[in-house]
T-cell receptor
């Protein structure tokens, strides 16, 4: 059974702080990794994708991938109340984009 | 640009009834998917399609059926509804070679 594990949270951070979200996956052959954001009652939307080991930065977001440790993380700098949402880690084990999603980490940014 | 459109947004079914969730995308994506999301759980893949006329089972296909007669449409059929099918259902589409999925707004189904 291929699995993606996330801490369910809630992760509570003050406004302006760095939020760190973590994810581990079980399938070593996975090649591509994604972070989706889901506001309460809404559908998921892609915020970051990463395909190779190391860091990838996009604005206030940085995704980090370590394939040897089967570990993906998402850093959100200068967190804003509008970042309060559930963040879903997703892994593509290969073929047809059949993403496997983690249960998500709920982030709460308080003023 | 509508993206992925799902109907209905809400539905209450009685045990044993059947219904179809409709999904249409206007982005000319080859890949389409149906996921379900239970409270506190991740998205689970029900069925997917890589093109018109081609469908395959995902992780949790029991109790559901799909068809893909056109690139745009990917309806999900629930036969003999059961309380275990109470969930939020998301249709999504995506391009070949990327992992970016575009989701519809979701359909909240309650089976009583």
């Amino acid at each position: 059974q291929k699995e993606v594990e996330q801490n369910s949270g809630p992760l509570s951070v003050p406004e302006g702080a760095i939020a760190s979200l973590n994810c581990t996956y079980s399938d070593r052959v996975s090649q591509s990794f994604f972070w989706y954001r889901q506001y309460s009652g809404k559908s998921p939307e892609l915020i970051m994708s990463i395909y190779s080991n190391g860091d990838k930065e996009d604005g206030r977001f940085t995704a980090q991938l370590n394939k040897a440790s089967q570990y993906v993380s998402l850093l959100i700098r200068d967190s804003q109340p509008s970042d309060s949402a559930t963040y879903l880690c997703a892994v593509n084990p290969g073929g047809y984009n059949k993403l496997i999603f983690g249960a998500g980490t709920r982030l709460a940014v308080h003023p | 640009n509508a993206g992925v459109t799902q109907t209905p947004k809400f539905r209450i079914l009685k045990i044993g009834q059947s219904m179809t969730l409709q999904c249409t995308q206007d982005m000319n994506h080859n890949y389409m998917y149906w996921y379900r999301q239970d409270p506190g759980m991740g998205l689970k893949l029900i069925y997917y399609s890589v093109g018109a006329g081609i469908t395959d089972k995902g992780e949790v296909p029991n109790g559901y059926n799909v068809s893909r007669s056109t690139t745009e449409d990917f309806p999900l059929r629930l036969e003999l509804a059961a309380p275990s099918q109470t969930s939020v259902y998301f249709c999504a589409s995506g391009l070949v070679g990327t992992g970016e999925l575009f989701f519809g707004e979701g359909s909240r189904l309650t089976v009583l």
